[in-house]
C-alpha cells in the first residue's frame, strides 16, 4: 500500500478524459480534490484511443479490452484504501468476484445512468449494482430519480448534478454573434446520437414549421436524418463553447425509459450556461430543469415540439428566455458542488 494512503484518493472512472461521464464527473473535480487535501490518482478502465476507436465506429477489440481488465486488476492491488469508483470496478464481472477486490477499502460509488437498465434480464433490486451499493461508505446520484432508488438502499446518499464549469466560459452579458441562419443545436456522444434518430419524425415537423438548420456537435459520423437540414461539427470543448453561443436553441430529446429516466440533464444545464432558450422532452431530470416557457419548453409530440420551435422563432422570445437560462446555470455549476462533493468524500470515507 501507498506511504501516502491516507491522503490519497484513487478514482476508478469508466472511461479516460475523452469520456463525456468520466471527464465531467471525476476530471473536472481534480483541482477542487487537491484543495480540499486530497492526492486524486485517476485509473480510467477504457483508454482514450479505444474510446475514439468506439466513437469511429470501430467496436470493442478483445485484446485490449482484456488488456483494459488487467490494468485495472493491477491498479487495484496497488491502489491505496480511499476509492471513488465510477458505476463498477469491473464491467460485466459478476459481483461476487468484484467484491473481492474491494474487501479491505472504503469506498464511494457515482452514478449519472440508470447503468444496470442495460443489463440484459437484469434490473437493480437484487443485482450486482444493489450489492455494490450496500457495501459502500456513500453514493453520489446525479439526478432525483437515481437518488431516490439509492436512499432505498443506503443511507448515505448526496446528489450531485452533471455540473458545469462557468469558470471556463465567458462571462454573462459578453454576447456572441449568432449565425445568420436560424440554427438549433444538439451537443453529444455518438452513442446518445440515438435519440436524435427516435426523434425524427419530431425533427421533420419542426422543419415543416419553421426553417432552420440542426447543428449537430458530435464524434463519428452524421446522424442520417431525411428531411432535416443537417450541419455536423466535430465535437471538441472550444467548438461546443464557441458555437453553441452562435446557436437560437438547444434541444434535448429522450425516450421515456427506464435508462432515459435515470439519466442526468447536463445538456440543458449546458444551454443554459451558453444562454440558450431549449426545448426538451419531459422525461426524468429534464423535468426539474426545465422551467416552462421560463428557460425551455417541454415537449412531447411532434405537434409540440413544432409550437414551440415556432415560439422561439420571436426574438423577443428568445432574448428572454435566453437571460433567464444565464441567469439559472449558477445553481448548476461546478463552483456550488464542488464544495458539497469534497465535503462528503471526507465524511464518509474518513
Known sequence: MPENSETSLDIFTRYAENGASSRLRHYRYAAALESAGFRPVFHPFFSAAALDRLYAGGGRNPVELLGSYSRRLLDAATAGRRWWIEYELLPKIPAAIETLCLAGRRYV???????????????????????????????????????????????????????????????????????????????????????????????????????????????????????????????????????????????????DDEFSRGKSAYKLIRYLAAGLPAIASPVGENTRVIRPGGTAFPARTPAEWAEALLRLTDPAVRLAMGRAARELAPEYSMRKYSGVLTEFLHRVLA
Not at 444538439?186 to 438548420?213: K, Q
Not at 440542426?214 to 464524434?219: C, F, R
Open 109 to 255: 460509488l457515482s452514478f449519472d445512468d440508470a447503468v444496470w437498465a442495460k443489463v440484459p434480464g437484469g434490473g437493480f433490486a437484487g443485482g450486482k449494482f444493489d450489492r455494490l451499493v450496500r457495501g459502500a461508505a456513500g453514493v453520489i446520484a446525479a439526478n432525483a430519480a437515481l437518488a431516490e432508488l439509492l436512499k432505498n438502499r443506503h443511507p448515505e446518499v448526496v446528489e450531485i448534478p452533471t455540473a458545469v464549469d462557468l469558470d471556463r466560459l465567458p462571462p454573462p452579458g459578453t454576447e456572441a454573434e449568432k449565425f445568420e441562419r436560424f440554427t438549433v443545436v444538439w451537443t453529444g456522444t455518438p452513442i446518445t446520437c440515438r435519440y436524435l434518430l427516435s426523434h425524427a419524425e419530431h425533427l421533420r415537423a419542426m422543419s415543416a414549421a419553421a426553417d432552420f438548420d440542426l447543428l449537430v456537435l458530435s464524434a463519428g459520423e452524421p446522424p442520417r436524418l431525411p428531411g432535416v437540414k443537417v450541419r455536423f461539427e466535430p465535437w471538441s470543448e472550444a467548438a461546443e463553447n464557441r458555437l453553441l453561443r452562435r446557436a437560437h436553441v438547444g434541444i434535448m430529446p429522450l425516450d
